[in-house]
Each structure stands twice: as structure tokens, then as C-alpha cells.
């Protein structure tokens, strides 16, 4: 078995649209980034980097990459998951953690856990996805940004497997 944690956070700006998760969240501003921005499957990939040992998101998709800007997240982790499927592994589970004091993200909780599990070629089951504040501390209380951690578990699996 192999664990992997990630951790991503972003500023809200206007004119973007919000993902988390892989799920489109409807809210006046987003999150910047070279990419789409989604922290949830940022942090999720770079878990999912650290458990296969192969480095983290920024040196495998760095932001000087033009090929990368706008690049959907869930591209990202399509291939870090074909990277997973190769080195003969699935995922036992996920526990994932929004940080976010605006948008409420509650109601979009079971279209996040569904997008993600799917990506993951997961059960459902095996995806948990958390949403929480921080009580108007900082940065994010604030309502400047959203953050995101995660930790995963991996499991190999036979060829026939997968």
C-alpha cells in the first residue's frame, strides 16, 4: 500500500468560473490559476503524485508550460491517474477536505464526491469529500480563496484487475 497527501489553495477572482472537484460551482468569482484553478483536484493530484512517488503538481505541470494554461484539472489528473493504472495500482479510498467561507459548497458535496470518484476510477464509497470554513479567520474566512486537502491510499492490483 502507498498513502499520499496534497494540499492546494487559490485566490478568488472575478471573471472565472469556480470548479471544485471537476464540478462547475455557480458563484460570481473563481479560482486563479495557470489551469482552471480547481484546488480540490490539485490537492488530490499531488496526492495522488506523492503516493506513486513521482514528485508533486507544480514540477510535473508547471505553470511556465504554455501548452498547460487553461487546461482543464481533471486533464491533469487523467494522466497522473494513467500513470497510476501503469504502475499497476487503484485507488482503496480518498478523504478530501474543502476549505472555502464562500460559496456554501454543502449542496454540491455528492456531485463533487461522484466527479471525483469517477475520475479516480473509484468506487464512490471510497471517496469522502468534506467541506468546512474557517470560521472568518484568515485569508479564506475572509472570502479571498479556497483551499484544499487530501489523502489517499493505494492498493496494487493485478493486470486483470484494472
Known amino acids: 500500500m502507498r498513502v499520499g ?3 492546494d489553495a487559490h485566490r478568488l477572482v472575478a471573471g ?9 460551482i455557480p458563484h460570481e468569482r473563481g479560482l486563479e490559476g495557470h489551469s482552471d ?27 511556465s ?12 489528473l487523467g494522466r497522473v ?14 478523504d478530501a477536505t474543502v476549505i472555502a467561507e464562500q460559496p456554501r459548497l454543502a449542496a454540491h458535496q ?17 471517496v469522502n469529500i468534506k467541506v468546512t ?3 472568518e479567520l484568515g485569508a479564506i474566512g475572509r472570502g479571498e480563496g479556497i483551499a484544499a486537502q487530501a489523502v489517499l491510499l493505494l492498493v496494487p492490483v493485478e ?3 484494472q
Open 5 to 7: 497527501q496534497g494540499f
Open 16 to 24: 472565472r468560473p469556480l470548479w471544485l472537484g471537476g464540478v462547475e
Open 37 to 63: 484553478g480547481d484546488a480540490l483536484l490539485h490537492a488530490i493530484t499531488d496526492a495522488l503524485l506523492g503516493a506513486l512517488g513521482r514528485g508533486d503538481l507544480g514540477s510535473r505541470f508547471p505553470s
Open 65 to 76: 508550460d504554455p501548452s498547460l494554461a487553461g487546461i482543464a484539472s481533471s486533464e491533469l
Open 81 to 94: 491517474v494513467s500513470d497510476m493504472r501503469e504502475a499497476r495500482y487503484a485507488v482503496a479510498n480518498l
Open 110 to 126: 455528492a456531485a463533487m464526491r461522484r466527479s471525483v470518484a469517477a475520475l479516480l476510477g473509484a468506487a464512490e464509497a471510497a
Open 133 to 135: 470554513s474557517t470560521d
Open 159 to 161: 493486470a486483470d484487475d
